[in-house]
């Protein structure tokens, strides 16, 4: 079992940056299928990007397409999302997800974050 935490949001101004880490512990062996997805109130969880284990990225939210940037760091086990240009529209609570295959939806996900909260204020 692999756990999960998401560290680095916030509140901050339109237009404005943040960096969202992921760490991961337990039994983390093997290839992993991992996301950030995010939810705002009343609304479904939707994926915003993954990153599979050969390094391949999709961006599952077109809104998000050239201001985040998903990475990671296979030493340290750490998973990143640098937000830029950051809307009110991106307002949510930000979740990390690993799987041993992936998708743009929440079904192929195992491991899951608490999350952490962005606020984009206009």
């Known amino acids: 079992q692999v756990q999960l935490v998401e560290s680095g949001g916030g509140s901050v101004q339109a237009g404005g940056s943040l960096r969202l880490s992921c760490e991961a512990s337990g039994n983390t062996n093997g290839n992993y299928y991992m996301a950030w997805f995010r939810q705002a109130p009343g609304k479904e969880r939707e994926g915003v990007v993954t990153?599979?284990?050969?390094?391949?990225?999709?961006y599952c939210a077109g809104s998000v397409q050239g201001r985040f940037t998903i990475s990671k760091d296979n030493a340290k086990k750490t998973m990143f999302l640098q937000m830029n240009s950051l809307k009110p529209e991106d307002s949510a609570m930000y979740y990390c997800?690993?799987?041993?295959?992936?998708?743009?939806?929440?079904?192929?996900?195992?491991?899951w974050g608490p999350g952490t909260q962005v606020t984009v204020s206009s």
């Open positions: 990153i599979l284990p050969g390094g391949g990225i999709t």
């Open positions: 997800a690993a799987g041993r295959w992936g998708t743009c939806n929440t079904e192929f996900y195992t491991s």
